[in-house]
């Protein structure tokens, strides 16, 4: 699992680490099911310290996102409830806000990123059907 920490962004890394996993569970990178690394694994990844990954697991575990099976590991859960949509939308529209601001930085219209965003949502497809 790759983590990218921004020590430049406001928010604390352990959120940047969560926001970061639920963002890959949500796009499908991790599956249903799925182990995650280990809390001591992903620390040396992430080049941070374990309490930083477990504040970030003990979060996504308190949201819904993955349990923790002692002796076995973290995984990720099954289904996804109504809150945990919410917040995952709460999410995308925090990234949406920032590509927005980067397709103005790169001057491009309003009508052109809006464009963009058509045509890459059909061809990829509606993959989950539920919430739309």
Known sequence: MWIHLNNEDDRPLYVQIKDQIIRDIVNGAITPGEELPSIRRLAVEAKTSVITIKRAYQDLENEGYIITKRGKGSFVKKTVNNQEYERNK???FRD?????QKGRRLKLSDTDMKQIIIEMLEKRGDSNGKHS
């Open 96 to 100: 949406t806000e920032s590509l927005i």
């Open 90 to 92: 709460a999410l995308f």
